[in-house]
């Protein structure tokens, strides 16, 4: 059974950096595709940061506009972890945040239903 669990949410400043994981139990973690979401209540979950696998050991990163330049997702395949690093935080980037994942290669990295599994969540704060 596949799980992927999240951490590293927290309080921050306005402005500070912070990183959150996601450590997967997938077997095959390094020819799988990662996603990052976010979702405040009330409001559909929201696309930050995708590392789609490409055949042959390639990745590629996406990001939403609202986070590019700030935010950054990599992943290390010998911790099965994908990781994303957020710098200059702003009080609307506050949510709980979702690691998402799928087996090999994806259609549109963007959209939260081309993922088959799913974290719990790590809440992030940002104070102003």
């Known amino acids: 059974q596949v799980q992927l669990v999240e951490s590293g949410g927290g309080l921050v400043q306005a402005g500070t950096s912070l990183r959150i994981s996601c450590a997967a139990s997938i077997r095959t973690f390094s020819r799988s595709s990662l996603g990052w979401f976010r979702q405040v209540p009330g409001k559909e979950r929201e696309f930050v940061a995708a590392?789609?696998?490409?055949?042959?050991?390639?990745?590629?990163?996406y990001y939403a506009d609202s986070v590019k330049g700030r935010f950054t997702i990599s992943r290390d395949n010998a911790k099965n972890t994908v990781y994303l690093e957020m710098n200059s935080l702003r009080p609307e980037d506050t949510a709980p945040y979702y690691c998402?994942?799928?087996?090999?290669?994806?259609?549109?990295?963007?959209?939260?239903?081309?993922?088959?599994?799913w974290g719990q969540g790590t809440q992030v704060t940002v104070s102003s």
């Open positions: 590392h789609s696998w490409k055949n042959g050991f390639l990745y590629r990163a």
């Open positions: 998402a994942a799928t087996d090999g290669t994806i259609g549109n990295p963007l959209a939260a239903n081309a993922y088959t599994y």
